[in-house]
């Protein structure tokens, strides 16, 4: 783990506590990029992109934010290759039973979004106890999108309100963007204010797609494992100087 200088531990002097994002949205890319530079097989990096998170997620307690969604693994990412796949799951697994007992003493309320019955058995039922250990918590929101895909999420929501018009419960003229939303994985959650990609991609990759509507974007070269406090900071620094308009002038 990186230590981080101490002037980090504390929100930085130039950046304005009232402008800061509410919610964090980050895609964690350039895991296997960063891995590669060092010779390393491809899922050490996810291994280091694991201590990087905590810190995002420590960084965030400590600055006063109050949502962090980190994308752990999409819907497309069941192509990549077996032992790869495999590699994540149990990691996934692993770091949630290890961090459980912190993230509770923390007061981290933690989520999971995505087609988790999708997941590996043992580690839906980690996720259950995390967020039913963790659903009281007020510090942080820290939300994980596992098995996400937007266009999924998307497709489910609409199953979801379809069935309740089967139903006769509401009138297909009752559906608004506020009803819509409520059946997205994530209602209930601010939109994200600030979408972070690392590693230099400009996409989205199915991340959000309903909520980074009006996001503002941020794209750093940086990987993944080498996003620390200062990126962050950075990232912040960069946000703060955005003028966001809504389509207003
Ligand atoms: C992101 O890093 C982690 C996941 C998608 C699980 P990558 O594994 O995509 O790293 P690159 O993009 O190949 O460098
Ligand atoms: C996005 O990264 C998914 C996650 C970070 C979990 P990818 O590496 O899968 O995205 P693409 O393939 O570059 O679009
Ligand atoms: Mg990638």
């Known amino acids: ?53 905590k810190n995002l997620l ?29 590699f994540l799951m149990t990691l996934f697994e692993r770091v949630l039973r290890q961090e459980l007992a912190e993230m509770v003493a923390e007061g981290v309320q933690i989520h999971f979004v995505g087609d988790l019955a999708g997941l590996p058995k043992s580690l839906q039922a980690e996720i259950e106890r995390a967020m039913a250990a963790t659903a009281n918590n007020q510090k942080i929101k820290f939300v994980v999108a596992t098995n996400y895909g937007g266009r999924r999420e998307i497709i489910h929501a609409c199953r979801s309100i379809a069935a309740q018009v089967k139903a006769g419960l ?50 750093t070269k940086t990987l993944w494992p080498d996003f620390d406090r200062a990126a962050f900071h950075e990232a912040l620094r960069d946000y703060q100087q955005r003028q966001r308009r809504f389509g207003r002038v």
């Open 1 to 53: 783990m990186t230590l981080q200088p101490h002037s980090l531990i504390e929100l930085p002097a130039d950046l304005d506590r009232d402008r800061l994002p509410r919610h964090v949205a980050v895609i964690m890319d350039g895991n296997g990029r960063w891995a590669k530079q060092r010779n390393l097989p491809r899922v050490m990096g996810h291994q280091r992109g694991v201590e990087t998170l």
């Open 58 to 86: 420590r960084c965030c307690k400590d600055w006063g934010i109050e949502a962090l969604t980190a994308y752990a693994f999409s819907t497309e990412n069941w192509g990549r290759p077996l032992p790869e796949v495999d």
């Open 170 to 219: 509401i009138d297909p003229a009752d559906i608004d963007e506020v009803l819509f939303e409520r059946h997205l994985y994530t209602g209930g959650l601010p939109d994200p204010d600030l979408l972070i990609r690392t590693s230099g991609e400009m996409r989205v990759s199915n991340f959000l797609l309903w909520q980074v509507a009006y996001s503002e974007i941020y794209v």
